[in-house]
Structure formats: C-alpha cells, structure tokens
C-alpha cells in the first residue's frame, strides 16, 4: 500500500512539473505540489503536516474595532484599540493592544498589551518581549517565550494596580476620581480632610482667600495663570533655580490653603443661592463645596477642567491675600496697637540709648528674607564655582551676618531683625546654637519654619532653641 501511495504521489509530481503554463496556472501547480508533498509525507510515515502557507500582508490596525489575525495570515505587524485582539497566524513584528484584551496562539515577535488582559494560547510563541500593563497574563503551559515577562497592574501588588486602575478609567478620561475605583475615592478623602485640617488650623488665611475670591475672582484667575509662566522664566535664567525649589514649596502650600478657600467659597455660593445661613458658615461651606467639587471630579474632561480652573484660581486668590497681607504688616508703625492675635511683643535694642518695643515679623516677611538670603549665596557660589559648598557657605553666612550685625542682607531688605528673649545683644554662640536649629528645622520637611505661621508669638524651631525672635523695625531706623 504504502507503495502504491508513493508511486502515485510521484507520478502527480512529475505530470504537474512538465504541464504546459498556458494550460495550467502557476498556483493550481504550486497546489499540487504540495498534495504530493502531503502524500509523500504519509507514504514516508510522516505525521507532521507542512507549513501553512500564509497570506503576506503588511501592517493591520483596528480602531474601535477588533482584530483577528487568522491561521493563513502572516502580518508584518498589528496593532488594536479600544478593541480586542486575537492572533492566530503570524505577526513577523509587533502586536499591540490598548484598552482591550488580546489572544494570541500563533508566533509573533513582541507582544505589548496596555489596559488589557493577555491569553497565550499552546501554539503561542513570542519570540521577543511580552509586556502587559493594567492587565493579567494566563499563559498556556505549552506556550513558549523569549524572555521573561513584564507585567505591572496585574494583581501582584494591590498600591500598584489600583494605580493603573485609577490612569485606566480616571486619568485617561480626563477626570481625577474614577467611580468605579475605591483608589481614587480614598485618595480624594485624604485631600479633603487635608483642607479640612489646614482650615481648623489656619481659619483666619483662609477665610482671607475665600474674601478674594469673592471680591476679585477674575485677578485671581489670572494670577493664577500667570505663576507658572513666572516660575518658568525664573528657572530659565540659570541663577533662579536656587531659588526655583522653595518658591514651587510655598506655591504648593499657598495653592492647599487656596483649594480649601475655593470650597469653602463654592458652599458660600451655594447658601447664598438657597438663602441658607447654616450652609454659608465655614464649616459647612467647606463640606457642600467639596462635595460639589468631588462630584463634577467624576465627570470625564468635565472634571479635568474643572480640577485645572480650581488650581488657578486657589494660586490667584492665595497670591493676592499674601501680597494684601505683606502690604497691610509692611504700612504698620511703631506706637499703632498689634492686630487681633498678636499680643506677644519682643523687645529689641535699636540706636544708641533707645529701648523700643516692635512686634514680632510675620512668616511671609521671613520668607521672603530667607529667599532674597539663599539666592544671595547661591548667585556666589555660582560665580565661584563653589556650588557644592552652598549649603556650609549658607551657615558661615548666617553665623557672621547674625553675630555682626543680628541681621542678614535679605532680612534688612524686608526690615526685620534678630533679637534676644533676654534682651542681650546676639552673639557668636546664640547665632551658633540659632543656625544648629536651623538644620533640624529644614530637616524635619521645614516643619520648624513653618511654625512661626501657626505659633502665638511667631517663633519657629530654631528661635524657641536659640531663644531669639525676629522683630519688624519701622522705616527710618539704621539696621545695617
């Protein structure tokens, strides 16, 4: 039998090689081959069948729609969207998939799949790499791969794939909380019990923004616009990158206080509308002004827009109460009575045979100091090529300036100046002990700076050490 076959198989070779082109055309002999390379094989006692032969086509995209590579195709590359993938046949290059699950059973040389799960069937074979993002692998047993597989978002590690989960159906949609995803309902709670926290602490500030808003939201929203192109520019000269660091902190601190403003602002609103008194207290203003705010965050692009208009806005308004702050503190003069809140006075020796008595500098005329200090001895360090020595040339400069002349070139800018609690001249171990402070107030995420905001007398970390303050000294008297 078995020679009956291949005599047979043999003879439709030969007969189909000698045939006449005009009668027989060059496909219909190319089949035929292959029938008798099939019954040569079985005459020979071969099991495996030949290769298919596939159909070359080039590229194949899907956009919202799915896409099925079959057994008789070979592609030099594929690539789906918004929909599913299977591959059954061969992709000579890359196939990719986003926002939607993909099957392959065939060979194909890397495999990429974003916000999708992977299925590897046995006949699978990926010769190069296999990444999957957002998604799971289920690998066949019988599959092979090149190398190991990447896969981030796939179950393994809670923190990171409700991450993914949350740029799969959140970012991705342009809105910042994703309903379907307790990451970003967490995430969003946490921010608000921050404004809810930064209101308690600091109602007085706040309340100021929430009255510029009302007073002045389109200045607002366009300073708000403008900061970061200020800040940009700034970082463009070479020399304002020292200072670049601190101003994008107090920016991200201003613009906290100022989102909790912006809620606050949008309950008032609200009350006003329903002529609600209960609704426009604070508190509750707060309350009705996040939920609102939450909610339009779920709305696709809706919420986007809105989370970019509330930065601007929350900038402007922060800016603006800052600078009418600045303006109201720096128009004070000696003799006038301290505002609400700021019964504790220091006691500072100024000009020859004269004990006067100055309050205390607000926390924004420090840091503007402190600014006008760093860029100072960030601009010689640069001149000199001494950049790595900023931070000890910073002290020696704090210790010679503070025990020389109890000030620095950025605090006699703002008129401020360092005082004693025991109305003794500050000498080389106070400003010693002053500037030790200073390291552990920077080091504890300038923690010890930013109590001088929040305490009664104005004293941060280092000058309840040191025991020294700073004092505002009216115009006209000689600091330096």
Same mark, same amino acid.
């Given at each position: 039998?078995?020679?009956?076959?291949?005599?047979?198989?043999?003879?439709?070779?030969?007969?189909?090689?000698?045939?006449?082109?005009?009668?027989?055309?060059?496909?219909? $002999?190319?089949?035929?081959?292959?029938?008798?390379?099939?019954?040569?094989?079985?005459?020979?006692?071969?099991?495996?069948?030949?290769?298919?032969?596939?159909?070359?086509?080039?590229?194949?995209?899907?956009?919202?729609?799915?896409?099925?590579?079959?057994?008789?195709?070979?592609?030099?590359?594929?690539?789906?969207?918004?929909?599913?993938?299977? $591959?059954?046949?061969?992709?000579?290059?890359?196939?990719?998939?986003?926002?939607?699950?993909?099957?392959?059973?065939?060979? $194909?040389?890397?495999?990429?799949?974003? /916000?999708?799960?992977?299925?590897?069937?046995?006949?699978?074979?990926?010769?190069?790499?296999?990444?999957?993002?957002?998604?799971?692998?289920?690998?066949?047993?019988?599959?092979?791969?090149?190398?190991?597989?990447?896969?981030?978002?796939?179950?393994?590690?809670?923190?990171?794939?409700?991450?993914?989960?949350?740029?799969?159906?959140?970012?991705?949609?342009?809105?910042?909380?994703?309903?379907?995803?307790?990451?970003?309902?967490?995430?969003?709670?946490?921010?608000?019990?921050?404004?809810?926290?930064?209101?308690?602490?600091?109602?007085?500030?706040?309340?100021?923004?929430?009255?510029?808003?009302?007073?002045?939201?389109?200045?607002?929203?366009?300073?708000?616009?403008?900061?970061?192109?200020? %800040?940009?520019?700034?970082?463009?000269?070479?020399?304002?990158?020292?200072?670049?660091?601190?101003?994008?902190?107090?920016?991200?601190?201003?613009?906290?206080?100022?989102?909790?403003?912006?809620?606050?602002?949008?309950?008032?609103?609200?009350?006003?509308?329903?002529?609600?008194?209960?609704?426009?207290?604070?508190?509750?203003?707060?309350?009705?002004?996040?939920?609102?705010?939450?909610?339009?965050?779920?709305?696709?692009? $809706?919420?986007?827009?809105?989370?970019?208009?509330?930065?601007?806005?929350?900038?402007?308004?922060?800016?603006?109460?800052?600078?009418?702050?600045?303006?109201?503190?720096?128009?004070?003069?000696?003799?006038?009575?301290?505002?609400?809140?700021?019964?504790?006075?220091?006691?500072?020796?100024?000009?020859?045979?004269?004990?006067?008595?100055?309050?205390?500098?607000?926390?924004?005329?420090?840091?503007?100091?402190?600014?006008?200090?760093?860029?100072?001895?960030?601009?010689?360090?640069?001149?000199?090529?001494?950049?790595?020595? /900023?931070?000890?040339?910073?002290?020696?400069?704090?210790?010679?300036?503070?025990?020389?002349?109890?000030?620095?070139?950025?605090?006699?800018?703002?008129?401020?100046?360092?005082?004693?609690?025991?109305?003794?001249?500050?000498?080389?171990?106070?400003?010693?002990?002053?500037?030790?402070?200073?390291?552990?107030?920077?080091?504890?995420?300038?923690?010890? /700076?930013?109590?001088?905001?929040?305490?009664?007398?104005?004293?941060?970390?280092?000058?309840?050490?040191?025991?020294?303050?700073?004092?505002?000294?009216?115009?006209?008297?000689? %600091?330096?």
């Amino acid at each position: 039998m078995r020679t009956a076959l291949f005599a047979f198989s043999f003879l439709l070779s030969v007969l189909f090689s000698i045939a006449p082109a005009q009668n027989q055309g060059a496909a219909e $002999v190319s089949d035929a081959r292959e029938i008798a390379t099939v019954i040569l094989n079985a005459a020979a006692g071969e099991t495996n069948a030949p290769a298919i032969r596939r159909e070359q086509l080039s590229e194949v995209n899907r956009f919202y729609d799915d896409l099925l590579i079959e057994e008789h195709m070979s592609v030099k590359s594929a690539a789906v969207m918004f929909g599913n993938g299977k $591959v059954l046949g061969e992709v000579r290059g890359d196939v990719t998939a986003f926002w939607g699950d993909l099957e392959v059973n065939g060979p $194909v040389a890397n495999c990429t799949v974003i /916000f999708g799960s992977l299925k590897l069937g046995p006949n699978a074979d990926v010769a190069g790499s296999t990444a999957v993002i957002g998604g799971k692998i289920d690998k066949h047993p019988q599959a092979t791969l090149g190398r190991k597989p990447y896969n981030l978002g796939g179950g393994e590690s809670p923190a990171v794939a409700s991450m993914v989960d949350w740029m799969k159906f959140g970012l991705l949609f342009g809105r910042p909380v994703a309903p379907q995803v307790a990451f970003s309902w967490v995430m969003a709670g946490l921010c608000f019990l921050c404004y809810l926290v930064l209101a308690v602490l600091f109602p007085r500030p706040v309340q100021s923004c929430t009255y510029t808003l009302r007073a002045r939201p389109a200045s607002s929203f366009l300073l708000g616009m403008l900061i970061p192109i200020i %800040i940009v520019l700034i970082a463009i000269t070479g020399i304002g990158l020292v200072i670049v660091p601190f101003l994008l902190i107090a920016v991200l601190l201003a613009t906290v206080l100022g989102k909790a403003s912006v809620m606050q602002y949008m309950g008032q609103q609200v009350g006003t509308l329903v002529r609600s008194k209960f609704i426009q207290h604070p508190g509750v203003a707060l309350f009705v002004g996040g939920a609102i705010i939450c909610l339009l965050y779920c709305v696709p692009l $809706v919420g986007a827009m809105v989370w970019c208009l509330s930065i601007m806005f929350a900038m402007g308004a922060a800016s603006l109460s800052t600078i009418e702050a600045l303006r109201i503190e720096g128009s004070q003069i000696v003799g006038e009575a301290p505002p609400e809140g700021e019964e504790s006075m220091a006691m500072v020796h100024v000009g020859p045979g004269t004990d006067s008595t100055y309050p205390p500098a607000g926390f924004w005329l420090r840091f503007c100091a402190l600014i006008l200090d760093w860029f100072i001895v960030g601009t010689i360090s640069m001149i000199t090529s001494a950049g790595l020595l /900023f931070i000890p040339g910073l002290l020696m400069y704090y210790l010679v300036m503070w025990s020389w002349k109890e000030t620095t070139l950025g605090a006699a800018v703002m008129n401020i100046k360092l005082v004693c609690d025991r109305r003794k001249k500050v000498d080389f171990p106070v400003a010693f002990v002053r500037a030790l402070g200073t390291v552990l107030s920077f080091g504890m995420l300038g923690l010890g /700076f930013l109590w001088s905001a929040v305490s009664r007398d104005k004293k941060s970390w280092h000058d309840i050490i040191a025991g020294t303050n700073v004092v505002r000294v009216p115009d006209g008297v000689k %600091i330096l």
